[in-house]
């Protein structure tokens, strides 16, 4: 594959072309990896730069439908919009982004839209590494905005927070045990939290839980990132299409006031530096998954179990061994 026309016709915003490059990037073939690599060199320059949304949120709270009628109310306003998707778990079925794509029927539809099925990888650090890569190229082919889905599961929110500019947490109207129920953790991650399925019976629950949820934020420790008032939290309705509009001025006022203060900035180098240590501890340890460190590490255990060597020792040993 002439990796030069396809960097041209990313850069000119062509989606088969982007679709092409986003597989190639997927792909664990050394040769794949290779093309993989210079194409994103030659597009490093492109300058271009999307705003980055991630978007979490349990299964059934409504990131599909969120997703269609936001990325369709983007693409209203004239702006390019790329999905993709951060899914730890291959196995995963009904709710995949691939099923959505029929699901996200007028999105998909949109010629300013690009949407990409969840690459099936089963090992978070290949998933991450990937869905960066992808983000790049969407930049470079010029979207606007690129939305980053994940259902949450454990590490995934991680991975998408340390690839965005902004955090959304979508959760249900809910009784106020459901609190507790979004980890700290997630909670503290999140830039706007929008409750979603405010609309008919679900209103004043939604309306409840959103206050629920601003009292939370509030007790949050303050964060350097935020100016005054955020984290927020919002009612939405992804079906009715309410709130959505309000919310996309928050996430621009946001991002004009990190922008403004070198947060944007140094959030982005802070990210590209944390990518940079991730990347040289998978390294380091698919180092040990070659066969001449595997028979090491069996020679060595053998001695650490029968005494003869201690386990730091053994360990110095085997790290000595692979270069
Ligand atoms: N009333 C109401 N229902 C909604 C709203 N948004 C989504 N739903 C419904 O909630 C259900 C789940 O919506 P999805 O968009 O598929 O949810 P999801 O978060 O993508 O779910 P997974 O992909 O399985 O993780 C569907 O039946 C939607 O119609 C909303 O704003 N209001
Ligand atoms: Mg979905």
């Known amino acids: 594959m002439q990796t030069d026309s396809l960097s041209d016709r990313i850069l ?3 989606r088969r072309a982007l679709a092409r490059a986003i597989t190639l990037v997927e792909s664990n073939r050394a040769d794949h990896r290779a093309q993989a690599s210079e194409l994103l060199t030659q597009l490093a320059g492109s300058g271009r730069q999307a705003l980055r949304i991630g978007l979490s949120g349990t299964p059934g709270v ?5 997703i269609e009628s936001f990325g369709m109310m983007l693409t209203g306003q004239g702006l390019r919009v790329a999905v993709l998707a951060v899914d730890p778990s291959s196995a995963r079925s009904g709710g995949s982004i691939l099923g959505d794509k029929t699901r996200m029927e007028r999105l998909s539809r949109e ?5 990409r099925p969840s690459p099936s990888q089963s090992h978070l650090g ?11 190229l969407c930049e470079a082919a010029g979207y606007d905005v690129v939305l980053i889905e994940t259902v949450g599961v454990g590490q995934s929110e991680t991975v998408v927070s340390e690839l965005s500019d ?3 947490l979508l959760l249900a109207p809910a009784g106020g045990d459901e609190l507790q129920g979004v980890k700290r953790g997630i909670m503290e991650m999140a830039d706007v939290i929008l409750i ?10 939604a309306t409840r839980t959103c206050a629920d949820y601003a009292g939370a934020l509030r007790l949050l420790r303050k ?10 939290a919002m009612t939405v309705s992804a079906v009715e299409e309410h709130g959505l509009e309000q919310a996309w001025d928050e996430m621009q006022s946001l991002t004009q006031w990190r922008r403004d203060n070198g947060i944007w900035e140094a959030n982005r180098a802070a990210q590209a530096r944390y990518w940079f240590d991730q990347e040289v501890r998978h390294a380091l340890l698919a180092r040990l998954d070659t066969p001449q460190a595997k028979a090491e590490m069996e020679r060595l255990n053998a001695e650490v179990s029968a005494g003869h060597l201690n386990p730091a020792k053994a360990a110095e040993e085997l790290l000595g ?3």
Do not use: M, Y
Not at 62 to 66: D, I, L, N, R, V
């Open 126 to 136: 290949g998933v991450a590494r990937r869905t960066r890569e992808a983000i790049a």
């Open 196 to 205: 979603n399925k405010a609309d008919g019976d679900l209103k004043a629950t």
């Open 321 to 323: 061994a692979l270069t």
């Open 166 to 168: 902004l955090f959304l």
């Open 12 to 14: 000119n915003g062509e």
């Open 223 to 232: 964060r350097p990132q935020d100016p005054e008032g955020f984290p927020k």
């Open 111 to 115: 010629k300013n839209a690009f949407i």
């Open 62 to 66: 409504g990131k599909s439908t969120f």
